[in-house]
């Protein structure tokens, strides 16, 4: 095991129990927890500094809107973006990803035109450009994975035609844990002339994300991943291309002026921002952050994949379980699947026994059919989990075995 100490004490969730088991929570790729700094910061933003931003004169709405734009820095900081006018708030990676789909692609879209994908994408990167193939006429150019669910930079570059408008790849699979090679991919897509979108949700969690240093268009992340509130997230993008996108929605604060007969739009990254944002959820997303980046950043990967190979070890013995993923480098996701045992009932002995998971496709369905499954179980892992963690989950697939067969 790394050197690294998981910072439990931060989580008051971490010491409750669940039908008097003490809690192991390993569902962390759908929603990790939150630490008490974090819930703490949003609270006291709610009781001595809460107003709207940027409409008011008065003092709160100076307190609200400096901590608002400050969050913005922040995660601007997290993500190694050159300009915090680069970073777009948003509810969250699925929003994101939206966004560069109507804003960006739909007004240069034509019937015949490629949007390259990989059938590990999550649903959130795959709807939204179906969207565009349902009333466009956009042709969707899909990207296998190995059997280990490894990603190879050759097979995109292999798919990126003339015709190609957009790569759009998850950069770490919510399912697989794949580490897709985005530098390399987006190196060869702009050999090409295609930008580049990624979705960040499951890898800014466990990786340092420098957008500057990939060198990518677009990357989408979104709060309760990352330690943070729900309902908030962000969108990078050059500067280049949000100078070219048109409004997302319509609305207060997105304008420039407003006539009877004509309106003009704020610069980005206003322009995409309509309404009232949710200013205590990017205040608590940005405490989030800052308390991920105080972390030894290093030292919780190493952590993470060691407790990882620890867990994928312990599977071994149990033969009646096939463990979908074992690509190289991957991140902490353990999903596997049984042939006598659907993945909800193995889920739910393992939640009588304490122990959370989740179960399903993982709004990932063109993976399910590429590994010849319908469903699997995940167990994800986070920094706050221990070795204990594991045993726990070994123990109780165990006695889902006597129970289910």
């Known amino acids: 095991m790394s050197s690294f100490i998981p910072p439990r004490e931060d989580f008051d969730i971490l010491s409750r129990t669940v039908y008097g088991n003490p809690l192991v929570y390993l569902d962390n790729a759908a929603s990790a927890q939150k630490p008490r700094i974090v819930l703490d910061a949003m609270r006291t933003l709610a009781t001595t500094g809460y107003a709207n931003v940027h409409r008011g004169v008065h003092f709160l709405s100076a307190v609200s809107t400096e901590a608002y734009e400050k969050a913005r820095e922040t995660v601007a900081r997290f993500l190694h973006a050159g300009h915090a006018d680069e970073i777009v708030f948003t509810k969250g990676s699925t929003e994101a990803i939206n966004l560069v789909s109507y804003s960006y692609l739909a007004p240069r879209i034509q019937a015949g035109d490629e949007i390259v994908l990989t059938v590990m994408e999550h649903h959130s990167n795959i709807v939204p ?64 002339g295609v930008p580049v979108l990624a979705d960040g949700s499951q890898s800014a969690v466990h990786e340092i994300v420098d957008v500057g240093d990939l060198d990518v268009d677009f990357f989408a992340i979104t709060g309760h991943k990352l330690y943070g509130p729900t309902g908030i997230g962000a969108l990078y993008a050059k500067r280049f291309f949000l100078k070219q996108m048109r409004p997302f929605q319509g609305g207060g604060e997105m304008i420039g002026e407003v006539t009877m007969d004509r309106i003009t739009y704020a610069d980005p990254p206003a322009r995409f921002e309509a309404g009232t944002p949710p200013i205590l959820e990017a205040h608590g997303l940005a405490a989030a952050l800052d308390w991920l980046m105080a972390q030894d950043r290093a030292g919780a990967k190493a952590y993470e994949a060691s407790l990882y190979a620890y867990a994928r070890e312990r599977v071994r013995e149990l033969p009646w379980l096939r463990v979908i993923g074992d690509a190289p480098d991957k991140g902490a996701i353990l999903s596997f699947e049984s042939e006598n045992m659907h993945a909800h009932d193995i889920a739910t002995v393992l939640d009588r026994e304490g122990v959370a998971v989740r179960a399903g496709h993982h709004c990932a369905q063109p993976l399910m059919e590429r590994f010849k499954v319908s469903s699997t179980t995940r167990a994800s892992f986070a920094l706050y989990n221990v070795q204990e963690d594991a045993d726990r989950l070994i123990n109780a697939l165990k006695k889902a075995k006597e129970m289910l067969g």
């Open 129 to 192: 450009w179906h969207f565009l193939r349902e009333r466009f006429g956009a042709v969707l150019k899909w990207v296998d994975v190995a059997d280990d669910g490894s990603l190879d930079a050759d097979a995109v570059d292999a798919v990126i035609g003339p015709k190609t408008k957009l790569v759009a790849v998850g950069h770490m699979s919510n399912v697989l844990g794949t580490l897709a090679p985005l530098k390399d991919i987006v190196a060869r897509a702009h050999a090409k």
